[in-house]
Structure formats: structure tokens, C-alpha cells
């Protein structure tokens, strides 16, 4: 049984720093591409980063360039988002989710697996 697992999130003042976690089990985690989605109250869940299954190549929306890093810990079976410099837009429910054909893309439909979500919220 595949289970992905958000941690890290929570609420955090304009320029603050988080850092997301997603834990894996159940699933051969070094052949799958992982990404974070987000969703908003009231908006469509919308695509964050993505990760290579190597973890060499990675992508992100352009919102978060230069703000946001997504890694992996292939041995540790965990993704993981770095977020700096948060501003109250990227308050939203982030959600991990695992693609097996290896993609990495930004489409949600890509993505066989997901996990429950995990809330961050950011004060002005």
C-alpha cells in the first residue's frame, strides 16, 4: 500500500521559512519523480516543483523561482520543499504526490499517488 506523508507545515510571518517534508512508503520510491502541489481556499491545486528521480534535474512554477527548493532523500524515501522568503499568497494546503512514469511534470493527472496535505499559513 503506497503512502506518501506531509510534515513541516504551519504558520509562519511574511519572510519567514518552512520546511516541508514527505515521507514514502509502500512504493520503490527511487523510480518514481516527485512533486508539490498546492491548493488554496477557493482555487484550483496548482503545481509548485517537481524532482527528477535522481534528484539532479528539478522544476518549479515561476512563482516560487529563487524562493522554494525541492530535494530528495532517496535513501530516507523523503521529498522535501524549502521554503524561503513566504508571502501570504503561498498560504495553501501542500500536497506531495508521486509520479511512476517519471515525468516530472505539472500536471496533477501526471501523478498516480498523493499524500493528505499539510496547511501552511502565512501573516502579513
Known amino acids: 500500500q503506497v503512502q506518501l506523508v506531509e510534515s513541516g507545515g504551519g504558520l509562519v510571518q511574511a519572510g519567514g521559512s518552512l520546511r516541508l517534508s514527505c515521507a514514502a512508503s509502500g512504493v520503490t520510491f527511487s523510480s518514481y519523480t516527485m512533486g508539490w502541489f498546492r491548493q488554496a481556499v477557493g482555487k484550483e491545486r496548482e503545481f509548485v516543483a517537481a524532482?527528477?528521480?535522481?534528484?539532479?534535474?528539478?522544476y518549479s512554477t515561476d512563482s516560487v523561482k529563487g524562493r522554494f527548493t525541492i530535494s530528495r532523500d532517496n535513501a530516507k524515501k523523503t521529498v522535501y520543499l524549502e521554503m524561503n522568503n513566504l508571502n501570504p499568497e503561498d498560504t495553501a494546503v501542500y500536497y506531495c504526490?508521486?509520479?511512476?512514469?517519471?515525468?516530472?511534470?505539472?500536471?496533477?493527472?501526471?501523478?498516480?499517488?498523493w499524500g493528505q496535505g499539510t496547511q501552511v499559513t502565512v501573516s502579513s
Open positions: 524532482v527528477s528521480r535522481s534528484g539532479i534535474s528539478t
Open positions: 504526490a508521486a509520479d511512476r512514469r517519471g515525468l516530472a511534470g505539472a500536471r496533477s493527472d501526471q501523478y498516480n499517488y
